[in-house]
């Protein structure tokens, strides 16, 4: 299995405290990416990195703010918290390798909003 | 990106082949199909991804058409370990890895 941690596992926090997730990878994959899976919508897309410091936006971007200091580090930022952004956030990692278009995913965090 | 339909659910048995159709009308030349898998509490895994005709590794098969608007993907002899939620997306060629995932195919296995 790729070497991708997500951190924490399970977070149970308040609307209007700030919550950063944190994910890590071990394979220096250039691309990085945080999704959120809710029942109904499949994985929609969050924000996504092509490399340090270098992000951009995806599907669903209103609400959280990423940043990427390190090639390894991929931090996910609710600067408010939500209830409507109670989740389960995964992260994923790829390399570009000619057609190959394989992501590979972390184990998921669990994130509760109250 | 192009649009992929395919089914919401299937039911399946141990030992049977199952076939899941993708439909992807829109898909562009430079676009390539990829399947992932998602077990429970399990972020997707990748099984498979083709261009045209057909594309066999160690978990599945997948068949495109000619045409390339729709595409098949072949499990066989499935166990109740395959029973997950199956996705299959359209890449456009040099993407920067931007997936759209729908809403998959839940297959369930019975013993």
């Known amino acids: 299995d790729a070497g991708i941690t997500q951190s924490p596992r399970h977070k149970v926090t308040e609307t209007g405290t700030p919550v950063t997730l944190r994910c890590h990878q071990t394979?220096?994959?250039?691309?990085m990416y945080w999704y959120r899976q809710d029942p109904g919508h499949g994985l929609r897309l969050i924000h996504y990195s092509y490399g340090v410091k270098d992000t951009d936006k995806g599907e669903v971007s209103d609400g959280y703010s990423v940043s990427r200091s390190k090639t390894e580090d991929f931090l996910l930022t609710l600067e408010s918290a939500t209830s409507s952004q109670t989740s389960v956030y995964f992260c994923?990692?790829?390399?570009?390798?000619?057609?190959?278009?394989?992501?590979?995913f972390g184990p998921g965090t669990r994130l509760t909003v109250t | 990106l192009a649009k992929t339909t395919q089914p919401i659910s299937m039911d399946s048995y141990e030992g049977q082949e199952v076939n899941i159709t993708c439909s992807h009308n829109?898909?562009?030349?430079?676009?390539?199909i990829t399947w992932y898998q998602q077990f429970p509490s399990q972020g997707p895994r990748f099984i498979i991804q083709g261009y045209k005709t057909k594309v066999t590794n160690e978990v599945a098969s997948l068949f495109i058409p000619a045409d390339r608007k729709s595409s098949t993907l072949s499990l066989p002899r499935v166990s109740l370990s395959d029973t997950a939620v199956y996705y299959c997306?359209?890449?456009?060629?040099?993407?920067?890895?931007?997936?759209?995932f729908g809403q998959g195919t839940t297959l369930q296995v019975k013993p």
């Open positions: 829109n898909i562009a030349t430079n676009d390539y």
């Open positions: 394979e220096n994959h250039r691309y």
């Open positions: 997306l359209v890449v456009p060629s040099g993407n920067t890895g931007k997936l759209i």
């Open positions: 994923a990692i790829s390399e570009s390798r000619g057609h190959s278009y394989e992501q590979y």
